[in-house]
């Protein structure tokens, strides 16, 4: 129902509210009117304009990502006036916000509207952003479509430096929009992950069948902008559950749990024990079953790992969800519990609450997005509330922190952002388990049951090469691109690189040039002139180092004496730039050629081994 159609409707309950018989509706339509003439909010600009900031009650299937201590909040679903109840349209978020990880309201990050968002950038829900923190951007995958028809799939990025929004030209295979897939990021290599995901109307146009998910695992190199169909854990459909990245085995481990299987009937089946493991190196997949105090199927719930210093153990946590339920796609009992599986024990232990019981009482949400921060702390975005009509907080714009470490001074896990947060720290609810203490030392490195990955998974040493940034603005990549008001006063990244670049290359040309214009005058001037005792210089050149203050005879510049044609090697060694006569300035006798040839082979392997470091 649109906004408008609430507009209506509430008119003509207000005609009933002044009859002269008091109707029982009259203080809540009251509350609406009350909203609706005050807010000056119409249906078609709540999503992109700051309204919905002004007048925020919850988010919801958003996206997130963190870049220089911005938390980038994009598409989903927004949800305006005083609450559910009275306004439950579901508006489409077009608007770029951001919570600013560096300043608070001494609660939660400031959300604060970014650049502005070209109206070609497709606004979606289901999808995540990929950050690639070393360039300074995100990039946009996945999703359905919740107003227009679905278009062709396209891949956009946003640059954090210009604020502006690029369609990337990809390579590798083709791409189709997919929604609510497990998504993973190895920002050390530069290659984001996407597993599952569903198809149906909303991602794809004249889709006519059922909901379809898919199997595959999608690989994006954000460096070579390339993708690549990978192999999943088996042929089955699977989405909305979680997968994080680890720094485990040799370039990094994604594990994956929970959501929906849909095996080959159609038949959506809840995950729960199964604990996926995929090898980035080997590209091959395991799979544990888990043990301890095991949450309850769910889907749509968020979470992040976090470690010690010495990667003992890798905790992965978990906060809330929707329970699956056949009859309803989406069920109605959501949850609002913590839970962390510790590996390599491959452990659940609850953190929240304390009870045994699962919480899912009216703050139970799902469809709601968890971020790191820092290493120590999970910032909990949003969400829907099936059991509620309450708002999200609305002051601090649907923001949770949880203290993973619980380095607090109430030791709790629930607390206010802290940017100055101390390192993370394993909790004492995970060291009875697997063993050590805060800083980590985990004793427990296999699971408690049987072992069904390579035990030498996680001894492998993790060490993936350093990447440096690689500029996005080469011609081959880019298409169509739009640049936002932001950018036409900035300065691209691209072009202040290539200023840089073209300005050191112009230097060290000029440096070569007049180095050889004063090599060619000093040997014109050594071939016309008489010096006295010439060897008797050339001894004491050989003793102290000169090699060119004393004038030499022109039979050694042509090369008819072997010493110093080796001191000249020396001298140039010393320069690192071998000198060569400018074409046309001098004469070359076949003996300079001979000479030059040898010192080649005399020297091999320098480019090589310059370009191999």
């Not at 349209?89 to 300043?103: E, I, P, Q």
């Not at 970014?114 to 995958?141: C, H, M, Q």
């Not at 898919?214 to 192999?231: C, G, I, P, Q």
């Not at 990447?467 to 996005?472: A, D, H, V």
Request: glycine content about 10%; some cysteine.
């Amino acid at each position: 129902m649109r906004f408008r159609n609430k507009t209506t409707s509430a008119l003509e309950s207000w005609l009933v509210c002044i009859a002269p018989a008091v109707h029982s509706q009259c203080p809540k339509m009251l509350a609406i009117l009350t909203f609706l003439f005050t807010s000056g909010i119409r249906a078609t600009d709540v999503g992109n304009d700051t309204t919905q900031l002004a007048q925020f009650c919850r988010r919801f299937e958003h996206r997130t990502a963190v870049l220089n201590n911005k938390l980038y909040i994009d598409g989903g679903y927004i949800n305006v006036g005083p609450d559910i109840e009275s306004s439950p349209t579901n508006y489409t978020n077009s608007l770029l916000t951001y919570a600013d990880l560096l300043t608070s309201d001494d609660y939660m990050p400031i959300v604060r509207t970014g650049s502005p968002k070209p109206a070609t950038v497709p606004s979606l829900a289901g999808g995540t952003l990929w950050a690639d923190e070393i360039n300074g951007r995100f990039y946009a995958f996945g999703g359905y479509f919740p107003e227009h028809t679905p278009s062709p799939f396209e891949t956009w990025t946003h640059d954090e430096l210009t604020g502006s929004w690029t369609k990337v030209r990809t390579e590798g295979n083709q791409m189709a929009y997919v929604a609510h897939g497990m998504s993973a990021v190895s920002s050390d290599s530069g290659i984001a992950y996407y597993l599952g995901g569903y198809h149906d109307g909303g991602t794809d146009a004249g889709w006519g069948t059922a909901r379809l998910y898919t199997a595959s695992l999608v690989a994006f190199d954000m460096v070579e902008r390339k993708y690549e169909n990978l192999t999943g854990p088996d042929d089955r459909g699977r989405g909305e559950g979680l997968m994080v990245f680890v720094p485990a085995s040799t370039e990094g481990l994604l594990i994956y749990f929970g959501g929906v299987i849909q095996d080959r009937s159609g038949k959506t089946l809840a995950g729960r024990q199964q604990i996926w493991i995929y090898d980035i190196s080997l590209r091959r997949w395991y799979v544990q079953n888990a043990t301890g105090m095991i949450p309850d199927a769910r889907k749509r719930f968020c979470g992040v790992a976090a470690w010690p210093d010495d990667q003992s153990s890798f905790n992965i946590y978990l906060y809330g969800g929707l329970r699956p339920n056949e009859l309803n796609i989406n069920g109605t009992v959501a949850f609002d519990d913590v839970y962390t599986l510790s590996v390599p024990a491959f452990h659940w232990v609850k953190m929240f609450p304390d009870n045994a019981q699962p919480s899912t009482g009216s703050n139970g949400h799902h469809s709601l997005t968890c971020n790191i921060i820092n290493g120590t702390q999970m910032l909990v975005m949003g969400g829907t509330f099936p059991n509620s009509a309450a708002c999200d907080v609305p002051a601090e714009y649907g923001q949770h922190n949880a203290d993973l470490g619980q380095v607090n001074d109430d030791r709790v896990l629930w607390r206010v952002f802290n940017q100055d947060n101390p390192p993370y720290r394993v909790p004492g609810a995970l060291t009875k388990v697997i063993g050590g203490t805060a800083k980590g030392g985990a004793n427990v490195t296999a699971p408690f049951g049987n072992r069904t990955y390579d035990k030498f998974l996680f001894e492998k040493k993790y060490a993936v090469p350093q990447r440096y940034p690689t500029p996005l603005g080469t011609a081959s990549s880019l298409a169509s691109p739009q640049v936002s008001d932001k950018s036409r006063s900035a300065p691209r990244r691209a072009t202040l690189v290539g200023a840089i670049v073209g300005s050191i290359v112009g230097g060290i040309v000029i440096g070569i040039a007049v180095f050889m214009l004063i090599y060619y005058i000093r040997r014109r001037r050594g071939r016309g002139t008489e010096v006295e005792n010439p060897r008797a210089g050339t001894e004491g050149n050989r003793e102290s180092g000169k090699m060119l203050d004393e004038k030499i005879p022109p039979d050694e510049l042509m090369g008819q004496s072997r010493i110093e044609m080796g001191e000249e090697r020396e001298f140039r060694r010393e320069m690192w730039v071998d000198p060569v006569e400018l074409p046309g300035l001098g004469i070359e006798s076949q003996a300079q050629e001979t000479e030059l040839d040898e010192r080649k082979h005399a020297e091999p392997g320098r480019r090589e081994g310059h370009e191999s470091g």
